[in-house]
């Protein structure tokens, strides 16, 4: 009989203690789509917010509530009842009941350290305030979470009350009691000893809330799982305050892939680099690129001998296949790039490279220069792909550059200046066409007329747009005079591809990689351009309809 994998449940709290990072912050509506995408990951709890510290979080309780939530639970978060006045009378608590959410979590004090200085009490008067407030939580939510703040340092610093305090939640009814390292100090082994005792001392469901302030609050939090802690807190990308929470990015692989746990359906955590992508997106925070599991670098191999032997085998230089996590790997072209690393490239491409091909020693040669120029191909596979076409003798020349002109007009102070691009091209057939666009800016007026003039040839054209687009100055000391690197990836929804283009003038390195964008979409697709008297008619229309559409967009 196959043992059934025992679940440890996923408790994300991103949108109140992730949002307490410095760098970190998102509307409600951003909440509300993280949210649903977390419920769909499979996530169990979904905390949302302090209902009581700010307006926003009590927003996204009402607009939460229009989402169909299909797993998670959504709840709301507060702190234990004010000395001195009853559970029922305390406003925070008040507060956090109408955020109406079938689970209510709280945060209150184990350690005699805060009781004595921070709330100036009575050791005894601390166990009434936990027991009053969880009796009556109960009495007005499905679910009550106790949240044992800095329960490790209290439990090292007097075991016996920090345990008496988790005896006075169980007391009254509680669901889960969360052992919290606040302050993120702790080591693992101190986590496994702390939550054995705690184990010992209550029979209710235990889980964990780690913070990074040592770097280990992922090992902190494996280190509780491991000792019977049935519940996981942390943010996503490991956003938080100080250095962060616990990273659920790096948590739910680490336990579901090495130990066996089950955390998501196997199908759903292929779509965690997704979420945790659209995190940063929307926190407008840059990806770490050496996160685990999720980086952009995480599977990316550069050394030679690494990508000769993922070829043989992936799992010589990989800990687990990335496409478990959504990830991809990546094999770096660098001037490091070995003869395996192009041969490697090439059978990804689909082009079939002997390892003695002398083509090979020309291309790594052409590599170098450019690169010395300041060429990257690492996230411009398409621009190397072109490059080795060149190289080979196997590129098709879908179309001839003839000139290219780009306009900035600024007509009102108030308003934002908008661009127009002339671009004329050689078709296939020989025949020139000239084309304008207007755009919010010169590269999207150079991409709109550059594609346009094609669509006729290559109706093709039509799916694909920009999907980003990145400046990177060069030589910084040089001023406006330095060379910049432009990056794009396009996207014709199916495909996603990067290129690259050069030079001090940023719209003709923009112009390279547009350029490049649209080989790289022509030689994929591989279709016969369409003859020319059909493509004249079409060329024309479009180019009017193209110049109303975007004058009527520049008024709005
Ligand atoms: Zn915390």
Not at 117 to 132: F, G, K
Not at 238 to 255: D, K, M, Q, T
Request: glycine content about 8%; charged content about 25%; proline content about 3%.
């Amino acid at each position: 009989m196959m043992a059934v994998a025992k679940h440890i449940q996923v408790y994300d709290t991103t949108l109140r203690d992730g949002c307490q990072s410095e760098d970190v912050s998102l509307t409600v509506e951003d909440k509300v789509e993280v949210a649903e995408r977390l419920d769909d990951l499979g996530f169990d709890y979904i905390e949302g917010g302090w209902p009581g510290s700010n307006d926003r979080d009590a927003a996204f309780f009402r607009e939460v509530r229009k989402s169909r939530l299909r797993h998670a639970k959504i709840t709301a978060f507060g702190s234990t009842r004010r000395a001195n006045i009853r559970a029922s009378q305390d406003r925070n608590l008040q507060l956090l009941l109408r955020a109406e959410t079938p689970v209510a979590t709280v945060v209150g004090k184990t350690w005699d350290l805060h009781v004595k200085d921070a709330l100036r009490i009575s050791n005894q008067e601390n166990l009434e305030i936990l027991n009053d407030t969880i009796a009556f939580l109960k009495k007005n939510v499905d679910e009550a979470i106790f949240d044992a703040e800095h329960f490790f340092d209290g439990y090292f610093s007097n075991p016996e009350f920090a345990l008496d305090c988790l005896k006075a939640v169980e007391a009254a009814g509680v669901d889960l009691i969360c052992l919290c390292d606040t302050n993120g100090g702790r080591l693992p082994h101190e986590i496994e000893t702390a939550v054995k005792a705690a184990r010992a001392a209550v029979g209710c469901d235990i889980g964990i809330h780690c913070h990074n302030d040592s770097e280990v609050a992922v090992a902190n939090t494996i280190a509780a799982v491991q000792n019977g802690a049935i519940q996981v807190q942390g943010t996503i990308n490991g956003f938080g305050e100080r250095c962060g929470n616990a990273n659920l990015v790096s948590i739910v692989p680490n336990l579901q892939l090495k130990l066996g746990y089950n955390c998501l359906p196997a199908a759903k955590l292929k779509k965690l680099r997704e979420v945790a992508m659209l995190v940063y997106e929307l926190a407008n925070v840059t990806p770490f690129a050496r996160q685990a599991y999720v980086g952009r670098s995480a599977f990316a191999h550069k050394a030679g001998l690494h990508v000769s032997g993922i070829q043989r085998n992936a799992h010589t230089y990989e800990h687990i296949d990335p496409a478990m996590v959504g990830n991809d790997r990546r094999v770096l072209l660098s001037e490091l790039a070995g003869r395996a690393n192009i041969v490697y490239k090439a059978r990804e491409f689909g082009i079939d490279l002997d390892s003695g091909n002398e083509k090979i020693g020309v291309l790594l040669e052409e590599l170098k220069r450019l690169e010395g120029e300041g060429y990257a191909y690492d996230g411009a596979d398409a621009s190397f792909e072109l490059l080795m076409l060149r190289t080979l003798g196997l590129e098709k020349e879908h179309f001839r550059f003839v000139s290219f002109r780009v306009f900035d007009d600024k007509w009102h102070e108030d308003q934002a200046p908008f661009s127009e691009a002339v671009v004329i091209i050689e078709g296939p057939d020989g025949l020139r066409t000239r084309n304008s666009a207007i755009g919010n800016g010169p590269v999207n007026a150079l991409d709109s007329a550059l594609r346009e003039a094609l669509i006729p040839y290559y109706p093709n054209l039509e799916a694909m747009h920009l999907a980003d687009y990145k400046v990177r100055v060069l030589d910084i000391g040089r001023g406006t005079g330095a060379r910049v690197r432009v990056l794009i990836e396009s996207t014709d929804g199916k495909r996603r591809w990067g290129t690259v283009g050069l030079s001090t003038n940023v719209v003709e390195a923009s112009w390279q990689a547009l350029v490049d964008s649209v080989e790289y979409k022509l030689h994929k697709d591989n279709l016969k351009p369409r003859v020319r008297s059909a493509a004249r008619n079409g060329a024309q229309s479009r180019a009017a309809r193209g110049n109303q559409e975007s004058a009527a967009a520049s008024k709005g």
